[in-house]
């Protein structure tokens, strides 16, 4: 009974702060009655009373003896003010969540506030289990990665229209939901569209044009703008895909994926001379059957990956890859979400930050063309035809 009180108390303020965020009420407004809140809200008074009081500690209302409650602020300052990371931890311990969740961490510790950290291990049930407990737990806002696997779609969507319903602000983080509401939600990423772009242009620098593609979950956003960079390029270039020179990854263990779809790759007449795999993982994988299959990286083969995860650059050879810039997007997610907090956002604001190729051996680069490139310095190349 108790939980449910808080609940609605906290449901109360909150609506009323987005409608004073979103223009619906303005400084110096007087807010309706007890009485008219009870009917429209459908809350008790004491309910309604209570929450009043909490925008009134906030700093946000006022009350004037025999005249009524009215705004006082667009901003508001809550002391200890909780923030909640809904994100996910691959369960092979391989990707680079860490140093995102890092970056939260010390900007809410910056604004004073506390971290409750929630891993959803891509699983629409816990992440379900915890999204009920930041909805009762008075979270100031919410940072959330949406599972990316296939079917998940809808369930992330309902995710966020339940943090709409209850009037909790929230940023997405790794990558949009979908296409459709790109420009709905508030989000900063990484442009993997470019990227791939920016690998392909590499590739053809070092003389490569039969390039194959190792894609990821045809439904997940992310992947699919990777994929798309791959055949845009491809395209402007007039290269050929040749069937069977792009494979999608299945729903399975990461250290099997790749495997088989080299395979399948490396049956293709003719055969590729390069492969670009969705991320570094899948890369390793494919570097492995490789040399099992009696060939050579890069001489058989040249390898390129994605994320520059930790043993990128320990691999035998070190591994042609794109480093993304995780502790900025997630500083610039947080200065959105407390924006959106504290009221001084309008609108909602989506970015992709730009991200470097990390050229080493694995792509056949000769020692002056590798190192660390951003995309400005990929953009001008002549391909030589062969």
């Not at 449901?11 to 303005?26: V, W, Y």
């Not at 993997?192 to 190792?214: D, K, M, N, S």
């Not at 001084?344 to 020692?367: D, K, M, N, Y």
């Amino acid at each position: 009974m108790a939980t449910s009180v808080l609940y609605k108390r906290e449901k109360l303020r909150r609506i009323i702060l987005s409608d004073i965020q979103r223009g619906a009420i303005g400084v110096g407004d007087r807010l309706p009655t007890e009485n008219e809140m009870v009917r429209k809200y459908r809350m008790s008074r004491a309910t309604i009373r209570e929450g009043i009081a909490l925008l009134v500690q906030d700093g946000i209302l006022i009350r004037k003896r025999g005249s009524g409650t009215y705004v006082k602020s667009h901003n508001h300052k809550r002391e200890n003010e909780l923030i909640a990371a809904l994100v996910g931890f691959n369960p092979e311990g391989w990707d680079n969540a860490g140093q995102i969740v890092h970056e939260i961490e010390r900007r809410v510790h910056d604004q004073g506030g506390n971290l409750v950290l929630c891993n959803h291990a891509f699983s629409a049930e816990k992440a379900s289990l915890h999204l009920d407990k930041i909805i009762q737990q008075n979270v100031a806002g919410v940072v959330f990665s949406p599972i990316q696997i296939p079917g998940m779609k809808e369930f992330n969507h309902g995710v966020v229209r339940k943090l709409e319903d209850n009037s909790i602000p929230f940023v997405l983080i790794g990558s949009p939901i979908s296409e459709d509401t790109l420009c709905r939600y508030s989000f900063v990423s990484t442009n993997g569209f470019e990227a791939t772009r920016q690998i392909v242009r590499h590739l053809l620098r070092v003389g490569h044009r039969r390039i194959a593609y190792i894609q990821g979950f045809s439904d997940v956003f992310s992947a699919n703008e990777r994929f798309n960079g791959y055949l845009e390029e491809t395209r402007r270039h007039g290269l050929e895909i040749p069937d069977g020179y792009v494979q999608a990854i299945q729903v399975g263990q990461i250290s099997s994926q790749g495997r088989d779809e080299i395979h399948r790759i490396l049956s293709c007449d003719p055969k590729p001379t390069a492969v670009i795999c969705i991320h570094d993982m899948i890369a390793r994988n494919v570097m492995e059957e490789v040399g099992a299959m009696g060939m050579n990286v890069p001489g058989d083969l040249a390898v390129v990956g994605f994320d520059d995860l930790y043993f990128a650059g320990e691999l035998r050879p070190p591994l042609t890859t794109v480093r993304t810039p995780l502790q900025r997007e997630a500083a610039e997610n947080m200065k959105i979400l407390y924006q959106k907090i504290h009221g001084t956002l309008i609108g909602e604001r989506q970015e992709f930050l730009s991200t470097r190729l990390i050229v080493r051996e694995s792509c056949g680069a000769p020692p002056e063309l590798r190192g660390e490139f951003s995309t400005e310095e990929t953009e001008r190349i002549t391909v030589t035809e062969t």
